[in-house]
């Protein structure tokens, strides 16, 4: 399927007032137009391919050093390195389309010219991300992709199909952001194939800017909400964040390499085991801090997550800091 089309009932906010109101969300604003970057001219696209023909480090591959991957082959490692890169890379170049039509709506729905101003920087940016998130998948990957997955398509249909910015916001620029975030981080320091790396060190570059949006943007209408519609918004950001953190492992690529299904539970067996053993460093390094630590305090710091959420969030392994 090419294509998919989503019914998004909202307003248009036509402003009158073009001066500035929001001296922050202008700076924002400001910092955004400084610090564009042009994927055709400033990656460096002729950087020659790694010699053995891997994208990633092999530790970024969920099984590496299971009995399963001790077995494999030269061969069979590299395909599947591959594979697993175009996995990841497909999710993220989804959620950048998904990004660009968000923050789309963005510059109708919200209030404020300080605030559409901003969110027209962040349309380019995700422009940017899709076009060299792609051009890498076909330069080094084949054009590989892997089909959106469930959870990525669901959270998606929500932020763009509900008429509300704050619920497109909350959803996009502090939950699903923060978790490309921690993969592009993850990447741009452990990718083997150092034009990934480059790739989303430029990627990482934009990302700060649109979280410090949802930062700026949420307070006033959190503070202005009733109770229920805090609760609603709690419901809703613990329902995001159940969907990225759920749902992300690779099956079709290990399918494709071969994997009979009792190999795919052997496979998924050692990845629980890993992560009960908190011995998955990449994913502790990178996930923990990340997710963990920026994500969920922002959430904390906005009243996004309160003790009431607490044993939800303990079951996707997230600690609510003790002062939310
Ligand atoms: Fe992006
Ligand atoms: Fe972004």
């Known amino acids: 399927m090419d294509r998919r089309v989503i019914p998004s009932p909202m307003d248009t906010v036509f402003e ?35 010699s053995d023909g891997r994208t990633l480090a092999d530790e970024m591959v969920d099984i590496y050093g299971s009995p399963i991957w001790n077995k494999m082959s030269e061969k069979e490692r590299v395909e599947l390195n591959q594979r697993i890169t175009a996995w990841r890379l497909s999710v993220l170049v989804y959620g ?3 990004a660009l039509l968000a923050c789309s709506q963005l510059v109708d729905t919200v209030s404020g010219t300080d605030q559409k101003f901003f ?32 959870n990525e398509r669901v959270l998606f249909d929500t932020i763009l199909s509900d008429s509300r910015w704050y619920i497109k916001t909350i959803a996009l620029q ?3 952001e923060t978790f490309a975030v921690s993969m592009f981080k993850m990447m741009a320091e452990c990718a083997h194939d150092p034009l990934l790396q480059e790739v989303c060190r430029r990627i990482l570059q ?16 959190i503070r ?37 299904d009792a190999q795919l ?8 085991d890993v992560a009960a053993r908190n011995d998955y460093a990449v994913f502790r390094k990178y996930f923990k801090r990340d997710m963990h630590t920026s994500m969920v305090n922002n959430l904390a710091r906005l009243g996004l997550l309160t003790e009431r959420v607490r044993p939800r969030l303990a079951a996707l392994g997230i600690e609510l800091p003790a002062a939310a």
């Open 96 to 98: 950048e389309q998904g």
């Open 265 to 272: 539970r052997e496979v998924q067996a050692y990845r629980r």
């Open 174 to 176: 502090l939950v699903a």
């Open 206 to 221: 934009d990302e700060s800017r649109h979280m410090g949006f949802g930062m700026l943007a949420l307070p006033e209408v």
């Open 224 to 260: 202005g909400a009733s109770p229920a519609e805090r609760s609603e918004m709690e419901e809703f950001t613990c329902v995001a964040i159940e969907k990225v953190l759920t749902g992300f492992f690779p099956v079709d690529a290990y399918r494709d390499l071969g994997f009979s």
């Open 16 to 50: 009158y007032d073009y001066s500035v109101k929001a001296e922050d969300m202008r700076s924002l604003y400001e910092k955004a137009k400084r610090d564009q970057w042009n994927a055709s001219r400033d990656i460096p696209w002729d950087t020659p391919e790694p």
């Open 119 to 150: 969110q027209a920087t962040q349309v380019v940016d995700e422009a940017r991300h899709n076009e060299v998130l792609e051009r890498y998948i076909a330069t080094r990957l084949n054009g590989l992709h892997y089909p959106m997955p469930e």
